[in-house]
C-alpha cells in the first residue's frame, strides 16, 4: 500500500508542474537485461517501462542504453556517448555480467562509482538497481558482490532498487530458454515491481 501511495504521489507531482517544457529523459545504462536480449520490439525493459510510466501520464522519454555482455567496466568506458547531454535521470543496471563471471567485485564496484560520479557530476539523479549473485557461487563472493551494490548508493546517495530481476530469477515460465533473461512476462513482472522507485526519481527531477 505504501508503495502504491509513493507512486500516486509521484504521479500526481509530475503532472502539476507545468514549467516542464518537455519530456523528462531517463536514461537506462544497463547489460542484456535492459536492452532486450531476445526479445521482439515492443517486449524489453525499456519498451515496456516506457509503456508503463505513458499509462500513468508521466511525460518522459526512456532511452534504451544497454548492450549485451556489458561488464560494469563496459558501462563506464561508453558513459559519455551513451548518456545523452539533456539527460535527466539514470538507472544504472550492471553487474550481472562480473557475476556470471566470477570477476573480482573491487573493478565492478569502482566502475558503478565512478559512473554515479559522472551522472552526478552532470546534475542527473540516480537509481541503482541492484543484482544477486547465485546460491552456487561461494558464499564470500556473492556476500562481496551482493554488497557491492547498496555500498555504492549510500556512498553517492544515489537511490537503490535491491535486486532488478526481483519475483522473476529462478522461474522457468518467466524466464527465455537460457533461465536467465526474462521473457516478455517476466519483463512486465520486473517493470511492475522497480516502477514506483522510477517513479520516485523522476519525482526527485521534478523537486531539484
Known amino acids: 500500500m505504501r508503495r502504491l501511495v509513493q507512486a500516486?504521489?509521484?504521479?500526481?507531482?509530475?503532472?502539476?508542474?507545468?514549467?516542464?517544457?518537455?519530456?523528462?529523459?531517463?536514461?537506462?545504462?544497463?547489460?542484456?537485461?535492459?536492452a532486450g536480449y531476445g526479445l521482439k520490439a515492443g517486449e524489453g525493459f525499456t519498451d515496456q517501462l516506457a509503456a508503463a510510466l505513458?499509462?500513468?501520464?508521466?511525460?518522459?522519454?526512456?532511452?534504451?542504453?544497454?548492450?549485451?555482455?556489458?561488464?560494469?567496466?563496459?558501462?563506464?568506458?561508453?558513459?559519455?556517448?551513451?548518456?545523452?547531454?539533456?539527460?535527466?535521470?539514470i538507472l544504472v543496471e550492471l553487474g550481472?555480467?562480473?557475476?556470471?563471471?566470477?570477476?573480482?567485485v573491487a573493478p565492478a564496484k569502482a566502475a558503478l562509482a565512478e559512473i554515479v560520479q559522472k551522472a552526478k557530476a552532470l546534475n542527473l539523479k540516480v537509481l541503482i538497481a541492484g543484482m544477486l549473485?547465485?546460491?552456487?557461487?561461494?558464499?564470500?563472493y556473492r556476500t562481496e558482490f551482493d554488497g557491492m551494490f547498496p555500498a555504492v548508493a549510500k556512498a553517492s546517495g544515489a537511490a537503490f532498487y535491491p535486486f532488478f530481476l526481483e519475483g522473476v530469477a529462478g522461474s522457468a515460465a518467466l524466464n527465455q530458454g537460457d533461465g536467465m533473461h526474462p521473457?516478455?512476462?517476466?519483463?512486465?513482472?520486473?517493470?511492475?515491481?522497480?516502477?514506483?522507485?522510477?517513479?520516485?526519481?523522476?519525482?526527485?527531477?521534478?523537486?531539484?
Do not use: C, H, Y
Not at 96 to 104: F, G, K, T, Y
Not at 133 to 140: F, G, K, R, V
Open 183 to 208: 521473457n516478455p512476462r517476466g519483463v512486465a513482472i520486473v517493470v511492475k515491481n522497480i516502477l514506483p522507485s522510477v517513479e520516485d526519481l523522476l519525482r526527485s527531477v521534478v523537486q531539484k
Open 54 to 89: 505513458k499509462a500513468e501520464k508521466v511525460d518522459v522519454d526512456v532511452v534504451n542504453a544497454g548492450v549485451s555482455g556489458d561488464t560494469a567496466e563496459d558501462g563506464l568506458a561508453r558513459f559519455d556517448w551513451s548518456v545523452p547531454p539533456d539527460a535527466d535521470a
Open 96 to 104: 550481472a555480467n562480473d557475476m556470471l563471471r566470477a570477476m573480482p
Open 133 to 140: 549473485a547465485p546460491s552456487n557461487l561461494p558464499q564470500d
Open 8 to 34: 500516486g504521489a509521484a504521479i500526481a507531482l509530475l503532472l502539476a508542474t507545468p514549467a516542464l517544457a518537455k519530456p523528462l529523459k531517463l536514461v537506462v545504462l544497463g547489460d542484456s537485461l535492459s
